[in-house]
């Protein structure tokens, strides 16, 4: 039976400050932010999570390794995108959930050398906190707050911790 852990509502409540470094104003102000911290920090990974910050971030030609998108943004279906030179992966992943197959498919992507985009049948956004446990040191994970701008987290030892914390305090159930 694969398990899949069910965000409470102590956790829910962890989600409504930014996980990262919160950059506020149009993506266009966004971007140039983001691309004058990526020039400093020199990451190992870009990785994206979200429809609306990954389909900005190749039009301003910052391509992330990887991005996990769900086809909707603000609860709102989008037109299906894929990105060119990316290896899909689609995965199940409900709402207020993060499953085992995401948090496989997750950890493949970030071994691959390949880009990647994880196409969810369902919800992205609790995924950052497995991208954060998971993802090389120094990587950047970049997504979207709603109607302010975006949110990067540096994947650190601290910020791992802080994600193990809030992951472990998930309820775990198994599905059959």
């Given amino acids: 039976m694969p398990t899949a852990y069910v965000v409470t509502p ?5 989600f409504k400050d930014p996980f990262g470094s919160l ?3 149009s993506f266009t102000q966004t971007t140039t932010q983001l691309k004058e911290i990526i020039a400093k920090e020199n990451p190992s990974k870009i990785i994206t999570v979200g429809d609306t910050v990954t389909r900005n971030l190749h039009k301003h030609h910052i391509i992330p390794q990887l991005c996990i998108t ?12 894929t990105f060119p030179d990316k290896k899909i992966v689609q995965i199940k992943n409900p709402q207020g959930v993060i499953t085992q197959e995401a948090i496989s498919a ?23 906190l497995i991208v954060v446990l998971y993802a090389s040191e120094n990587a950047l994970v970049i997504y979207g707050q709603p109607k302010t701008g975006i949110v990067v987290v540096k994947v650190t030892p601290e910020k791992r911790i802080e994600a193990q914390k809030i992951w472990s305090a998930m309820k775990s159930q198994n599905k059959s």
């Fill in 23 to 25: 950059i506020e104003g």
């Fill in 70 to 81: 769900d086809n909707q943004s603000m609860r709102k279906k989008l037109p299906a995108q």
């Fill in 10 to 14: 102590e956790v829910l409540s962890k």
């Fill in 106 to 128: 997750i950890q493949e992507a970030l071994k691959s050398q390949k880009q990647v985009q994880i196409v969810v049948d369902g919800e992205e956004d609790l995924l950052t």
